[in-house]
């Protein structure tokens, strides 16, 4: 009988201990939120999707060297001397065609390599961290915005650019070498008379 009524109390008590802990929590403050309708603030230089601005990008290829899972591909077309690209935003000249950027973003690790050496600032860390896709192909980010026939317009001109030159170098080469003309000797210099010199 004994037995019996300290089970009761046992369960009693056992219920107490365990409520002390659910009311203690009614009294402090949540820290849940109701996401995604509740969006906590970023910290600052938080790592989150990448984004490239074109239009500053000189095509040097800096933050694919430095990327260390290889996730940036980056191909460059050399403009011809009589194409002017323009200048980015910080007053660099560009030089060089890019028709393709992509940043494979599934394979990314967010370590933020890539960011530091970009001498234009153009590709940074945005605060967009919610991205998932159910393809995977849909995680390869295509930043370059020229045409098909833009770049093919851009490697012909090249080409045509290059042969050029190299035909004007082989002329060079091939024509007759004139020999220099004679040097005339050289006349011999008078000092001019110093007026102080008595006679
Ligand atoms: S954040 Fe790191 S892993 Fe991601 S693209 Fe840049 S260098 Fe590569
Ligand atoms: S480092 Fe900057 S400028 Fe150079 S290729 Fe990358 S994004 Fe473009």
């Known amino acids: 009988m004994l037995a019996y009524f300290r089970d009761i109390w046992d ?7 365990g409520m002390k802990v659910t009311w203690g929590h ?15 603030k970023l910290p600052e230089r938080a790592r ?10 000189i095509g040097c290829d800096q933050c694919a060297m430095a990327c260390p899972v290889d996730c940036i591909t980056i191909e460059t077309v050399k403009s011809t001397p009589d194409i002017d690209l323009g200048l980015t935003s ?8 890019v028709p393709l950027f992509d940043i494979d973003i599934a394979k990314c690790c967010y370590c933020g390599l890539c960011v530091y050496p970009c001498p234009t600032e153009c ?3 945005t605060d967009v961290y919610e991205f998932s896709e159910f393809e995977r192909e849909n995680l390869i980010y295509r930043f370059a915005t020229m045409t098909p026939a833009e770049t093919e317009g851009a490697k ?6 290059e042969k050029e030159q190299a035909a004007k170098k082989a002329a060079a080469a091939a024509a007759p070498k004139t020999p220099a003309p004679p040097v005339a000797p050289a006349a011999p210099t008078q000092a001019p008379p110093n007026p102080e010199t008595k006679v």
Do not use: E, H, W
């Not at 996401?35 to 906590?40: A, G, Q």
């Not at 910080?90 to 065609?97: A, D, E, I, P």
């Not at 012909?156 to 650019?161: A, D, I, K, V």
């Open 123 to 125: 590709i940074k860390m």
């Open 90 to 97: 910080v007053g660099t000249k560009k030089r060089l065609y």
């Open 156 to 161: 012909s001109r090249l080409s045509s650019y």
């Open 48 to 57: 989150n999707r990448l984004y490239v601005n074109m239009d500053d990008c």
């Open 11 to 17: 369960g009693v008590v056992t219920v107490l201990i």
């Open 26 to 40: 009614l009294f402090t403050p949540a820290v849940t939120i109701q996401y995604p309708d509740v969006k906590l």
